[in-house]
Every structure is written in structure tokens, then in C-alpha cells.
């Protein structure tokens, strides 16, 4: 099994935040650009100049600030060995768009954006990133807490022997017990996590956490907000 997020933010001692949002680089953007290297050298060799490479993206306006600042389309990386240009062609989509072409698309969108897989009903998970991810809305969150209840447990145990919370805001565990007692979505469908994969990635984890962490836990000490009308964090 490859190293995992979850592993990483274990040895890394802090989960990601915005400011440190390293996940997005470790996970994803550096992945990428390691895949390309052994084409850009056969293709450099045979070219005699840089690769030219367009990296299509769907990332939209409505989906938050950050990603409505970002241009359409921009030249992110340009040296000898490559030039890399980024263009993001639903940027301006909005959502209701988004659903409308889907439902004449020629391949299925993922089961996550609904309540359950086949239902048709947008009613799932507003994005689909990572199973719990630190950038997710409330409502994503307590969603997936219901759907991959293992996986959550996983995240309280590195919050409780790191010390960060999952973020600045709530801690995972608070999330996992509001879920349980108070107002949460239904998951629709809950993963059972209860096979090899899983059990690799306990083990990398726990592996992790016997280590000293790499950077000390001090992101998080802030005071929480209220989930909902009687259920305060950190209580």
C-alpha cells in the first residue's frame, strides 16, 4: 500500500490548514508531476526542446474563494525540460450547470455527490475530495463520519496522541459525537473498512505514532464553535 495521507499527517505531527495546505502538494500536485518526468525526458530527447504539457483541471468558481481567484488559464511551470500550462474549462459552471450536463454524460459522476450510489439525487457530499477532509464543509464532514465510521476513529486516535484537532475550529472527535447524539445527515450507505487495505493503513498510521512527530502541535489551541444549539466543542 502507498504511503497515505492519513499516515502522513501522523508523522508529520499537524494536520493541513489553509496556509499549510500540504496535502494538495504531497498528495496530489507532486504525485503528478512525477509521473510525467519519464515522458518529458523520452519526448526532450526526440523533440530537442521542451515538453509542452496542458494540465486540464476542473475546478470551479463556486467551490470557494481561492479557486475563484485562480485564472482560467495560466503557464504554472515553464524551464528547459517542460512548459506546463493549467486550464480549468468549467471554471465558470455553476453548480446547476455542472448537474444538468451530467445527466446526458457519458460516464457516471461519483456515487459520493449522492445520498446513495444510484439515486440520482445530489444529495451525498458537495465535493469529492478525500474521505474526511480538513477543507470540507460541516455537513461533508458529519456525512462522511457516518459513511467510513472506522476511518473517523482512525483520525481521533492521531488527533488524541498528536494533540492537533482535525481542525483549528473542531476537533474530529467532538464531530464523531455530534454526529452520534445530535443532528447529522444520513450517511446513506457506511463503508465497512474491514479489509487488507484498511488494516495496512491502521498499521502505517500506529507505526507513525510511535515516532516523535516532525513538527509540534500548535495550530490548534483554538476556542471551538458551537455545532449546533446546545452541543458546544471542546466541552
Known amino acids: 500500500m502507498p504511503h497515505s495521507l492519513l499516515t502522513e499527517i501522523a508523522a508529520y505531527g499537524r494536520f493541513p490548514r489553509m496556509g499549510s495546505p500540504y496535502c494538495r502538494k504531497s498528495a496530489k500536485e507532486s504525485v503528478v508531476s512525477s509521473a510525467w518526468t519519464p515522458l518529458v525526458r523520452q519526448l526532450g530527447r526526440e523533440l530537442g526542446r521542451p515538453v509542452r504539457i496542458l494540465k486540464v483541471m476542473g475546478l470551479r468558481s463556486d467551490e470557494g474563494p481561492d479557486r475563484k481567484k485562480r485564472p482560467a488559464f495560466r503557464t504554472v511551470q515553464a524551464n528547459r525540460a517542460r512548459i506546463v500550462d493549467e486550464w480549468l474549462p468549467v471554471k465558470d459552471w455553476p453548480t446547476a450547470a455542472v448537474k444538468e450536463w451530467h445527466a446526458d454524460a457519458p460516464v457516471p459522476y461519483s456515487w459520493t455527490y449522492d445520498s446513495a450510489p444510484g439515486a440520482g439525487d445530489w444529495a451525498g457530499t458537495s465535493r469529492c475530495s478525500c474521505s474526511l477532509c480538513v477543507f470540507a464543509s460541516k455537513r461533508d464532514v458529519l ?7 472506522r476511518l473517523a476513529a482512525l483520525y481521533a486516535e492521531v488527533e488524541q496522541v498528536r494533540g492537533d484537532s482535525f481542525r483549528a475550529d473542531w476537533r ?3 464531530l464523531i459525537r455530534h454526529a452520534q447524539q445530535c443532528e447529522a445527515p444520513d450517511p446513506g450507505v457506511v463503508c465497512p473498512d474491514d479489509g487488507p487495505e484498511f488494516t495496512a493503513l491502521q498499521d502505517q498510521v500506529r507505526a507513525a505514532l510511535e515516532k516523535e512527530p516532525r513538527k509540534e502541535p500548535d495550530l ?14 471542546h466541552s
Open 220 to 233: 490548534a489551541r483554538r476556542r471551538g464553535r458551537a455545532m449546533c444549539e446546545g452541543c458546544t466543542v
Open 143 to 149: 456525512l462522511s463520519v457516518g459513511r467510513r465510521p
Open 172 to 174: 474530529i472527535t467532538d
